[in-house]
């Protein structure tokens, strides 16, 4: 449930219907986290959020506004996720081209922390969807989201927590909320996402960590053939931290031991 | 320049910033050409948004309530532009799962007939940005748009009216916003929409009238290496018509005689 809504500071829930962000999905979001009235790994997220800006040529720079206007939003007593919306503005005309001019507009909605997902029994499947590849788009947290749209909506019966989508190429890229890893025999690979996908925040804590603990982490090209050897295998985003699948296209994985690891130092309270 | 809109048949111009076509491009669009007060061409555009709402499960059902409104909002002395809006509405939770009982948002803006793109010298380019494959919403008028905006930003100093965009796999499309047909030894040839652009109006529009003229049409693959030895193409949208193209990455074009004969026919009044 949604418990507080700012545009552009303002305390409304309406946007223009004129707004690039709705005519074209054309901007980024971020979904941020918070605890004890604090968002975590904020730096990380407006990192993206920057890259993301540059890469659309979306005309936003204030992002120490944007951060403060963020951490009062956190500033309640129980957990509460915080999404970000910056797209870039109301259109100045007709027509997919920018004039250069626009001025973004920054949704803030802050939610009540979930319920559901329990740790313990985390089904994954594939995902009949695939995912479209552009390099210029691939890592960013942007507003066109159909596929992973489709993919949740073909999962919705199918009592699976997360499914893993292929890019168009048939490589593995991640799931269709989150991002995967798996163990391997030196140590941890996750697939490259030059392509397609989306960089998450966790899955850069997670590589962050495993760095600072010695464990081996491949960014790589990763095949769907390989998946009937993996004996460990975790998806990762900020809501989830690292989670363990226990089973995977309804093979039964049963390792947990870099998971349990990860888990407690990405939480480190120096992050 | 937007002249009248409305929102679910309301008078304003705001919508929920919760509503999904926002935050994922959950939705589709159509932009209607209107004339002597009537929107020309409504039941395929009609016919696509259909389509569009059964592929992404958008339980959108009063196509006969909408075609009123849409009539209703041409109704002025002077030609204009109906843009329909249509998401999957307001989010009932977060995450990119649709719950299925969504009810949808429908935006209609009218917009005055712009200046501009003189048909005599159109000058096309090909585009750097490439479209990804997705068969599921190939052919759709879909709210994900962000590779169209960034081919738009891309030719914005180019001096260039469209660019052609290929596919990842490196096959032609279309343009940013249009068809394009060409002329070959046996009539004529437009690129399969099957993994990638959009199925526009103007194109079946000329479909149907050079069957109706016996003009072959070959929809399949078009390899961009096959541009050379064109010597008649163009580019179609419900705006532009049927508009010749006078120079293709910088080569002349001097063949005019099919988009003559089809011009005529798809204004046909009959249509």
Redesign the interface.
Known sequence: M?TA?R?NGRAT??????????????GL?ETITCVDARPRWLALHLQRLRRGCER??LPFADFEALSAEIEAMARVPERS?V?L?L?RGPAR??????Q?NETPTR?L?R?EW?AGNAAADFRVGISA??????P??AGLK????????????A??DAALEEVLMLS?AGQLIGG??SNVFFAGEAGLFTPALD??GVAGVMRQRVCEAAASAGIAVQVRAVDPGELPQVHEAFVTNVRWGVQSISALSGRTLSGRSHAQQLRRLVDAPDC
């Open positions: 949604i809504t545009v829930d309406q946007v223009a219907s004129s707004d690039r962000g709705l005519m074209y999905g054309d979001f659309l040529q996720i999404k919306i797209t005309q007709r027509g997919y081209r920018p250069g949704i909605t939610h979930p969807v695939r995912l479209g590849m552009n210029l788009l942007h507003l066109n989201r159909l596929e992973q749209v489709m993919a949740q909506t999962m919705r168009s269709s909320m392509d397609c």
